[in-house]
């Protein structure tokens, strides 16, 4: 039987997108199920959550199911995941008997683990959520590591709600100024889901230094391609907020300073301007905001843009609970089906 995970959205075509989102919608509707019952998942927290624990605790709750936390490292044994390796550091046991013996207990699997930030050719690879998936046999959910598959859905289903059909509509995915260099995972998959929903999508940061990973931008050109919109990059800020449909903002690192924080700072400092603010949306063509959270206020956007009513951030937010119960009743679903053939 071949397992199903939801690891990136890219790995899931256009219409079984559609499908995820129009289950969540129906979650969101009517919340209470039993398409869990009698099963369960492990959440694998590498790093610290709220959003996304608390709505796949209730989620799997909502739909009859039970969630089991686990934080490796603190509450549960420390994990090695390099092949081949003499385990005499910290780790006490390897992924490959963590992953099979939790597929044993266990119907899914969701991994949250962030890069090292120390050398992004490593961290592109996806080692931690990848080796899950190689060794279990349930599937495996992304919680978050260099992209944030769970978010993308909330945030496309929040969109959704707001103007219905997506095609068409102006949508800028802008950096902003944060005091540290972030992860660039949701900022990767917000221009995946964008694109492939068919917006035009303008990806506007600071300098050609803040350009997402080349995989990214092909997946998003060939997204585009496929489903009629577009995808540009922008370093103008009025050139890109003017006329614009949505703004979704987020912070990330440059890459090519990838592990060398302090050489990117000077550049970070001097774009504090990137703030997202009432000046910036007058531009737009009574655009939408939204943001993953959590967000640093008057830092990344003013007060008076959060507290806006075109600001979306909190529906987005609402919607991880929804999405995430059609991820894991698909999953569970799909996984039922295989064994009956």
């Known amino acids: 039987m071949t ?8 790995d899931w075509s256009r219409a079984e997108i559609d499908a995820l989102l129009e289950q969540a919608a129906a979650f969101k509707r009517s919340p209470a199920g039993n398409q869990l019952a009698g099963k369960s998942i492990a959440l694998m927290f590498f790093n610290p959550s709220m959003r996304t624990r608390t709505s796949f605790e209730l989620g799997a709750f909502q739909l009859g199911g039970h969630a089991v936390v686990l934080s490796p490292g603190k509450d549960a044994w420390p994990i090695e995941f390099e092949v081949g390796t003499v385990m005499d550091g ?16 266990v119907d899914l699997i969701a991994v949250r683990a962030f890069p090292k930030f120390k050398d992004w050719s490593v961290d592109r690879e996806d080692r931690v959520i990848k080796a899950f998936a190689r060794y279990a046999t349930v599937p495996v959910i992304n919680m978050e590591t260099i992209t944030h598959p769970c ?15 997506l095609r068409g509509k102006k949508y800028v995915l802008t950096w902003t100024y944060h005091p540290k260099p972030l992860n660039t995972a949701v900022a990767n998959s917000a221009l995946l889901i964008a694109t492939k929903l068919g917006m035009d ?13 080349e995989r990214y931008m092909a997946f998003g050109e060939q997204n585009a391609r ?10 103008d800020i009025e050139d890109a907020y003017r006329g614009a ?3 979704y903002a987020k912070s990330w690192g440059a890459l090519p300073y990838f592990g060398r924080w302090d050489q990117e700072k000077p550049i970070r400092e001097a774009h504090k301007h990137f703030i997202v ?6 531009l737009t063509n009574h655009a939408v905001f939204s ?31 929804h999405v995430q119960k059609a991820v894991m009743a698909t999953l569970v679903a799909q996984t039922v089906a295989g064994k009956a053939t």
Do not use: W
């Open 3 to 10: 397992i199903r995970h939801f690891i990136t959205t890219q």
């Open 90 to 105: 910290e780790a006490e046991e390897h992924v490959a008997e963590v992953a099979r013996v939790l597929s044993r207990y």
């Open 151 to 165: 978010q993308e859905l909330a945030h496309a289903l929040a969109l959704k709600e707001h103007f219905g059909d």
């Open 201 to 213: 999508v303008t990806l506007l940061c600071p300098t050609p230094d803040y350009v997402l990973d």
């Open 226 to 235: 496929e489903n009629g919109g577009s995808l540009r990059v922008s370093h």
């Open 245 to 247: 449909d949505a703004v």
């Open 277 to 282: 603010d009432e000046a910036k949306m007058a």
């Open 291 to 321: 943001h993953c959270l959590p967000l640093r206020r008057n830092v990344k956007a003013t007060d008076a843009v959060m507290d806006a009513p075109y600001c979306i951030a909190i529906d987005e937010a609402e919607n991880r609970l």
